[in-house]
């Protein structure tokens, strides 16, 4: 397989946040060793949350099996939706606003 590096358009801010939250949960659940570091980790989770990569695209750029790369990224994932606010709070929250962009889809509210 040939491999090429290529870019993704997310600020550094993005990859430190989840970076701190990879490291913030290796220390919770004190993992001694993976075979990427925290930073390295959050890269292929944001390429596949951004960009679609597959696993195995992942897996050979990464230099890692496809199913650390699957592992990595369900972590990252997860630890994601921990910090997504609930169904009632996204809900309050939408009450206030004039309109609601869903997955990109404009939705009235006429409240």
């Not at 220390?27 to 959050?42: H, N, S, Y």
């Not at 750029?61 to 790369?69: C, L, N, S």
């Not at 990252?76 to 921990?82: C, G, S």
């Amino acid at each position: 397989m040939l491999v090429c590096p290529s870019s993704i358009d997310l600020s550094t801010r993005t990859l430190r946040f989840l970076t701190g939250q990879l490291t913030a949960r290796r220390r919770e659940i004190g993992t001694r060793w993976r075979r990427l570091p925290a930073a390295r980790q959050a890269l292929p989770a944001l390429a596949h949350l951004r960009c679609g990569d597959t696993y195995a695209q992942l897996a050979a750029g990464f230099g890692i099996g496809i199913a650390t790369a699957f592992r990595y990224i369900r972590e990252a994932v997860d630890i994601l939706a921990t910090l997504a606010p609930s169904l009632a709070e996204a809900i309050k929250a939408i009450r206030a606003k004039a309109f609601v962009i869903l997955d990109g889809t404009l939705l009235p509210i006429d409240r």
